[in-house]
């Protein structure tokens, strides 16, 4: 069962994706703006454009086993086939598809497209959750430099998120972390940073199912061992 399937499977299909480049590119000249509900990079990655829909909704709270999110299916395609060859169990392998998919980009020749960069970003997000204590130790540090009111609506299952303002990125992100990415990935600093700004707001919202902290637990040990399986995977294809 898991919190976070149901966004760590879309964002895999969407940069998994071959016209998701074509779609969905990067390095676009855009306006850095705060966005509210999934927002501009995030939504359309999620949603697709009016030509291609995707089945993601930010409301879907119910926790889901592998076969509900279509995990195996990702993990038979990242593998070649069918099977998992040894991948980990419990939170459906999310650490081993973000691995997969984070992994092929390596191996392939150019970008790919925002489906992508999101994908890249989602390490970003959960390790730094991780680092400040967990799920209620990264609400406090945010409420404590004045984003009080937009944590409340990222844990709303009624409200749509008030996302960050990506100039105010980088004092929750280390500058480093943001240019690794965009060099990574092929996308400018400023896509980097709105993608930041909408997809920790999203996080929290699929892990703060029932608007509190009730499931903390399960939410941080979800983190853990995502974040544990992205590195054992990552870590084997060096």
């Not at 927002?39 to 359309?44: A, E, F, K, M, N």
């Not at 299916?73 to 169990?89: C, E, K, W």
């Amino acid at each position: 069962m898991s919190l976070l399937g149901n966004l760590i499977t879309q964002v895999a299909s969407s940069a998994m994706d071959p016209e998701d480049s074509k779609r969905n590119p990067v390095n676009q000249n855009i306006n850095p703006r705060r966005t509210g509900g999934l927002g501009d990079i995030l939504g359309g990655v999620l949603t697709g454009s009016r030509n291609q829909t995707r089945e993601y909704n930010p409301q879907r709270y119910d926790t889901q086993s592998d076969n509900g999110l279509g995990l195996d299916d990702i993990l038979g395609g990242l593998t070649g086939g069918g099977q998992r060859g040894g991948m980990s169990s419990g939170t459906g392998g999310l650490g081993d598809i973000l691995g997969g998919v984070l992994g092929g980009q390596r191996t392939r020749s150019g970008f790919g497209g925002k489906g992508m960069l999101v994908a890249a970003l989602m390490p970003m997000v959960l390790s730094w959750i991780q680092r400040n204590g967990g799920l209620s130790g990264a609400l406090s540090k945010i409420t404590g430099m004045g984003y009080d009111k937009q944590a409340r609506s990222w844990m709303s299952n009624h409200e749509l998120n008030d996302n960050l303002d990506p100039n105010d990125v980088s004092r929750l992100f280390d500058e480093s972390e943001i240019q690794q990415v965009a060099a990574h990935t092929g996308a400018n600093q400023s896509e980097v940073r709105q993608g930041l700004a909408e997809l920790l707001p999203e996080v929290v919202n699929q892990l703060t199912p029932h608007g509190n902290l009730d499931n903390e637990t399960e939410a941080n040990q979800e983190i853990d061992q995502i974040v544990s399986q992205l590195s054992s995977r990552l870590g084997a294809l060096k």
